[in-house]
C-alpha cells in the first residue's frame, strides 16, 4: 500500500512562498497520476494540481495557476508543490494523492475524479 506523508505547510504572508513536499513509500511514484488538493473547512475539496509521469503533462486549477508548481522527484519518491504569491484565499488544508497511472486519462480529468492514496494533510496559512 502506498503512503503519502506531507509537510512544509505553516505560516506565510501574503505575497511569500513556500514548497509543500509529499514523501511517498512502499511503491514508486514513476508508475502513479500524482495530485495536490486543498480543502476550507466547510468547503468542497479543491483539486489544484495533477499530473501524469511527463513533465508536461500537467493540470492547474484556475485558482493557482501561474503561481503554483507541481513535480516529483523519482529519486527521492516525493512529490512537491512550489507556491507563490500565496493569498489569504490559498489559506487550506492541503493534501496530497496518487492514483496508479491509467492510459489516456488526462491530469484534468484525475483532478476531479478520487485517487486512491492520500496524505494526512498540512496546514498552509496566508496572512499578515
Known amino acids: 500500500q502506498l503512503l503519502l506523508v506531507e509537510s512544509g505547510g505553516g505560516l506565510v504572508q501574503p505575497g511569500g512562498s513556500l514548497r509543500l513536499s509529499c514523501a511517498a513509500s512502499?511503491?514508486?511514484?514513476?508508475?502513479?497520476?500524482i495530485g495536490w488538493f486543498r480543502r476550507v473547512p466547510g468547503k468542497e475539496r479543491e483539486g489544484i494540481s495533477c499530473?501524469?509521469?511527463?513533465?508536461?503533462?500537467?493540470y492547474y486549477a484556475d485558482s493557482v495557476k501561474g503561481r503554483f508548481t507541481i513535480s516529483r522527484d523519482n529519486a527521492a519518491n516525493t512529490v512537491y508543490l512550489q507556491m507563490n504569491s500565496l493569498k489569504s484565499s490559498d489559506t487550506a488544508i492541503y493534501y496530497c494523492?496518487?492514483?496508479?497511472?491509467?492510459?489516456?486519462?488526462?491530469?484534468?480529468?484525475?483532478?476531479?475524479?478520487?485517487?486512491?492514496?492520500w496524505g494526512q494533510g498540512t496546514q498552509v496559512t496566508i496572512s499578515s
Open positions: 512502499g511503491d514508486s511514484l514513476d508508475a502513479y497520476t
Open positions: 494523492a496518487a492514483e496508479p497511472i491509467r492510459p489516456g486519462r488526462p491530469p484534468s480529468y484525475s483532478c476531479r475524479s478520487s485517487f486512491g492514496s
Open positions: 499530473a501524469n509521469p511527463s513533465d508536461e503533462d500537467t
